[in-house]
């Protein structure tokens, strides 16, 4: 037999709430979604999705992004209007060079630690950042502000993933994670439907578990890394 020579597997939110209810019991192949049914499993998924980002999934969305500091600013607005348009959900890592010199790492600092510092307008080579990540917004804080205007920022950051408001969307995440979604959407729509005891929600929760773990732990895994070996100082490798 031949094989399809395709890998791009794809389905739409509809497709999924489909799926999940049909899980449930409460679906027949052949139905079509009414309005109010697909409106309810997009505000489930959009809820869910937004806790799984919450969680830390997402090696897909993390994103460069490049900042040029200013002379004696230690604070930058991310966002409209801001130094960088975008809002990070989060920045996991910023290096920092010099006129064009070698990118150094800097060392992220908590909200206390940053807010410790007793003199925040101290001025030379930026060394530590702070990202207080708000609502609508987020600011990023360097410390020392920089002395000059030759400083330059590139970062890591983790985009928001992006919602779904119609059926017809796709999902911002890989077709590996859709197993997992129709499961956990059933999970969350045992409720709504009122399915709570039948053997269908004891199967969907057990699955639901099951298919978020397999796929956050690849996900979060799946970065992968160096593996350094060497001795101590009694001759063993570690």
């Given at each position: 037999?031949?094989?399809s020579?395709s890998?791009?597997?794809?389905?739409?939110?509809?497709?999924?709430?489909e799926?999940?209810?049909?899980?449930?019991?409460?679906?027949?192949?052949e139905?079509?979604?009414?309005?109010h049914?697909?409106?309810?499993?997009?505000?489930?998924?959009t809820?869910?999705?937004?806790?799984w980002?919450?969680d830390?999934?997402g090696?897909?969305?993390l994103?460069?992004?490049?900042?040029?500091?200013?002379?004696?600013d230690?604070?930058?607005?991310?966002?409209?209007?801001g130094?960088f348009t975008?809002?990070?959900?989060e920045?996991?890592?910023?290096r920092?060079?010099?006129?064009g010199?070698?990118?150094?790492?800097?060392?992220?600092?908590?909200?206390?630690?940053?807010y410790?510092l007793?003199?925040k307008?101290t001025?030379?080579?930026?060394?530590?950042?702070?990202?207080?990540?708000?609502?609508?917004n987020?600011?990023?804080?360097?410390?020392p502000?920089p002395?000059?205007?030759?400083?330059d920022?590139a970062?890591?950051?983790?985009?928001?993933?992006?919602?779904?408001?119609?059926g017809?969307?796709?999902?911002?995440?890989?077709?590996?994670?859709?197993m997992?979604?129709?499961?956990n959407?059933?999970?969350?729509?045992?409720?709504?439907?009122?399915?709570?005891?039948?053997?269908?929600?004891?199967q969907?929760?057990?699955?639901a578990i099951?298919?978020?773990?397999i796929?956050k732990?690849?996900?979060?895994?799946?970065?992968g890394?160096?593996?350094?070996?060497?001795?101590?100082?009694?001759?063993?490798?570690?």
């Amino acid at each position: 037999m031949a094989v399809s020579s395709s890998t791009d597997f794809v389905s739409s939110a509809s497709t999924l709430i489909e799926d999940a209810r049909r899980l449930l019991g409460v679906h027949a192949e052949e139905e079509a979604l009414e309005a109010h049914e697909l409106d309810t499993g997009l505000r489930w998924l959009t809820r869910m999705l937004k806790a799984w980002e919450a969680d830390g999934i997402g090696s897909w969305v993390l994103t460069q992004g490049t900042l040029t500091l200013v002379d004696s600013d230690g604070d930058y607005v991310f966002g409209s209007g801001g130094s960088f348009t975008t809002v990070p959900f989060e920045i996991t890592q910023i290096r920092i060079s010099h006129d064009g010199g070698n990118e150094i790492e800097m060392v992220r600092l908590s909200r206390d630690d940053y807010y410790r510092l007793p003199n925040k307008t101290t001025e030379g080579f930026p060394t530590c950042w702070f990202y207080d990540r708000q609502r609508d917004n987020g600011t990023l804080y360097i410390w020392p502000e920089p002395d000059d205007s030759l400083y330059d920022l590139a970062f890591t950051y983790r985009r928001r993933i992006m919602d779904l408001d119609a059926g017809a969307d796709n999902f911002d995440l890989p077709p590996e994670w859709e197993m997992a979604i129709a499961n956990n959407l059933a999970k969350y729509l045992i409720p709504v439907y009122g399915r709570g005891g039948t053997p269908e929600a004891k199967q969907v929760m057990d699955d639901a578990i099951t298919t978020y773990q397999i796929i956050k732990a690849w996900d979060v895994g799946s970065e992968g890394g160096s593996v350094f070996i060497g001795h101590d100082e009694f001759g063993r490798y570690r």
